[in-house]
């Protein structure tokens, strides 16, 4: 599971991990939340669709494969509905539903618990070695994480009952104040959000409520699939003090909710001459004028972009006692299957990858 | 006069915090009152160790969600004691969590009612990333296309009042030339022109400057082939090429936008005399445009 803030990279290293496990042997599928075109254009497929698609030519030679797939939110949503719901008539019903319209149509909300079962899906097919997701951008990584939970607990709460029974939900309840408190408040929320609305939630949560049990069990299990070895969490970030801070505080939501996580990954780090071996420039003779004092300028300035970069990194470290991963920019943008490659050799084995990854004590 | 609202967004990492801090201090600096808000219950101003790097100058407020409920309901009921009966039910909060809207509904009434509270003044607004934007401030249509009754209805149609109304809430664009693209900014200017919210002209933040001149750049290029060691130096100022061509593009596209160097120093040690004229920049094109 790669995790992390939008923008440091994370779909990029998703998927050269995944093509790097491919060509050890595995059977890989790479989930991507919302590919920019040019890793769509990387991995060789025109759009990615929500079926895996195969990536690179196929080689009967070979034993591992890549495939790659896009998580469609709303396509997710209504399959799940066609299948789980008694009959055509109350599926039609629900996908009819606007208060079902607005809730598939926002990723925001519903991309966590459609994740949750795509990746149900993927696991069950039992067709892959290996399955790699590049997270939904959600605000928080707890608005994915904690989705199974909030879907029981909407489903354990008495507001389902109150919305498809009002009036029994409040006749049911224990004194005659109770009831009569109940009944107040959904007067009062029925003047706060008209008639209209309240029915419409009603009709939704009437047809969605047996769904949900199955959702909240799928949900359950993807969790559980996630807790248990050798399943893990990659993070990805930047070295700025923002996108540190962040990542932090992502692992330590992780790690509380029981998760291994890989260590820290820097990513898009101000390239180093030292790899090359020799950082001593010697000026050519067929240089133009004013080269030294150039290279002397652009040479402070990426001085103080690597300090700043150590200092964070350094600090992720002491607070992490673990080593953070370093991946140094790349000069031009993953836009092939060889550029993923490239990036590919600058990270770790997966198995290592896996063996470094810690859990809360 | 009402308070201005500057709502900034863009894709993470684009240094929208960073931004919103500039305008907040280049606007202080001017007189004006300013509040900057954040919408991220974890701001991440501070340090790795969760100290602050030093005190803002500029006063913050973090949203809470739970209080910003509360304060909405006390609104629409007219009554607190309700609220808090609501909020103490178990079953409310889990509605309120999944209704569609409600949380940025929320979110939004939150924003509103601070600028009641600052006359004159500037609210910056420190707004989720690109894909979440567009849903924060969709949310008044969404309620109204569900509740066309009701005292929501009534509190959706004045936060639509407030989003639309150009001389009092502008929303600001922020992307760095490295994933800059002249059609997706487009197209995320046009998804905010359809509801209606009027666009500042857009920032280009952190553009590194180009210092070499085209015989420099070419053999730069060639003499990596001998010298491996000027690979940074090559990749440094091909990077200041990529921007220095994606202003270009702006500049033929007519766009006029709001360009913002790079900041060398980072983690929040920048050189005062180039942050305040990068604060000085961006809030007087932002208060330009408002009057």
Redesign the interface.
């Known amino acids: 599971m790669f995790a992390g803030?939008?923008?440091?990279g994370k779909t990029t290293l998703a998927a050269a991990t995944a093509l790097k496990a491919s060509l050890s042997g595995l059977r890989v599928a790479v989930m991507t939340i919302?590919p920019a075109p040019r890793l769509a254009d990387a991995l060789g497929l025109d759009r990615l669709g929500d079926e895996p698609q195969l990536v690179g030519e196929p080689d009967s030679g070979k034993t591992g494969s890549l495939h790659a797939l896009r998580l469609d939110t709303s396509g997710t949503f209504d399959r799940m509905v066609d299948r789980l719901a008694d009959d055509n008539t109350v599926a039609e019903r629900i996908k009819a539903n606007?208060?079902y319209q607005?809730?598939a149509a926002?990723?925001?909300?519903s991309g966590p618990y459609m994740a949750f079962q795509r990746l149900h899906e993927l696991a069950e097919s039992k067709l892959w070695d290996l399955i790699v997701v590049d997270t939904p951008?959600a605000?928080?990584a707890e608005e994915l994480l904690s989705a199974p939970s909030?879907l029981a607990?909407?489903l354990e709460?008495?507001?389902v009952a109150?919305?498809v029974d009002p009036a029994r939900a409040a006749a049911g309840r224990g004194s005659r104040l109770a009831r009569a408190?109940a009944t107040l408040?959904l007067g009062?929320?029925?003047?706060?959000?008209?008639?209209?609305?309240l029915g419409?939630?009603s009709s939704f949560v009437t047809d969605f409520a047996r769904m949900m049990e199955n959702m909240v069990e799928r949900s359950r299990d993807v969790e559980m699939l996630l807790a248990t070895p050798p399943s893990c969490f990659a993070l990805v970030g930047?070295a700025?003090?923002?996108?540190?801070?962040?990542t932090?505080?992502l692992r330590g939501e992780l790690l509380d909710r029981g998760f291994a996580v890989a260590p820290i990954v820097a990513n898009r780090l101000?390239?180093?001459?030292t790899a090359?071996?020799?950082?001593?420039?010697?000026l050519?003779t067929?240089?133009?004028p004013?080269?030294a004092q150039?290279?002397e300028?652009?040479?402070a300035?990426?001085g103080?972009?690597r300090q700043?970069?150590a200092?964070?990194t350094a600090?992720?470290e002491d607070?992490t006692s673990t080593a953070v991963l370093r991946v140094e920019?790349l000069?031009v943008e993953a836009g092939s299957l060889e550029d993923l490659a490239l990036l590919g050799a600058e990270l770790p084995d997966l198995d290592d990858l896996l063996a470094a990854a810690v859990r809360a004590e | 006069m009402a308070a201005r609202f500057v709502y900034l967004t863009g894709k993470g990492g684009c240094g929208k915090t960073l931004l919103a801090e500039l305008l907040a201090e280049g606007a202080q600096r001017r007189g004006i009152p300013v509040l900057r808000l954040s919408l991220d219950d974890r701001d991440k101003t501070g340090n790795v160790d969760g100290k602050p790097h030093k005190p803002t100058p500029t006063r913050t407020l973090v949203l809470d969600r739970r209080t910003a409920l509360r304060d909405l309901l006390a609104s629409l009921f007219r009554l607190g004691f309700i609220a808090d009966r609501l909020l103490d039910s178990s079953s409310f909060r889990a509605v309120a969590e999944a209704a569609p809207g409600v949380t940025e509904l929320v979110t939004l009434a939150w924003i509103e009612q601070i600028g009641s509270r600052l006359p004159k003044g500037l609210v910056v607004v420190d707004g989720p990333s690109s894909g979440h934007a567009a849903a924060l401030l969709r949310s008044p249509q969404t309620v109204l296309g569900l509740a066309s009754s009701g005292a929501i209805a009534g509190a959706a149609r004045k936060l639509e009042q407030l989003l639309t109304d150009p001389r009092r809430f502008r929303s600001l664009v922020v992307s760095t030339p490295e994933d800059f693209s002249l059609n997706e900014s487009q197209l995320l200017s046009t998804e905010l022109a359809e509801l209606g919210v009027a666009a500042l002209p857009p920032v280009l933040n952190a553009v590194y400057p180009l210092h070499a001149n085209p015989a420099q750049l070419a053999w730069l290029q060639q003499a990596v082939d001998d010298d491996p060691a000027l690979l940074p130096a090559r990749w440094q100022q091909a990077r200041a090429e990529r921007h220095a061509r994606v202003l270009e593009q702006l500049e033929n596209a007519r766009r006029n936008a709001i360009v913002i160097p790079f900041l060398f120093g980072g983690n929040g040690q920048q050189p005062g005399n180039q942050r305040m004229a990068a604060a000085e920049r961006l809030s007087g094109r932002v208060l330009g445009a408002f009057s």
Do not use: F, W, Y
């Not at chain 1, 926002?106 to 909300?109: D, E, I, K, V």
């Not at chain 1, 101000?270 to 001459?273: E, G, Q």
């Open positions: 803030e939008g923008g440091v919302d606007p208060v607005a809730v926002s990723t925001g909300s951008p605000l928080h909030r607990a909407l709460t008495r507001a109150l919305l408190t408040l009062m929320v029925e003047r706060v959000t008209g008639a209209a609305l419409q939630v930047r700025s003090v923002a996108s540190a801070n962040a932090l505080a101000t390239p180093s001459a090359t071996g020799r950082s001593k420039i010697n050519s067929d240089a133009p004013g080269c150039l290279l300028r652009i040479n300035e990426l103080l972009l700043a970069e200092e964070v600090r992720i607070a920019d000069v």
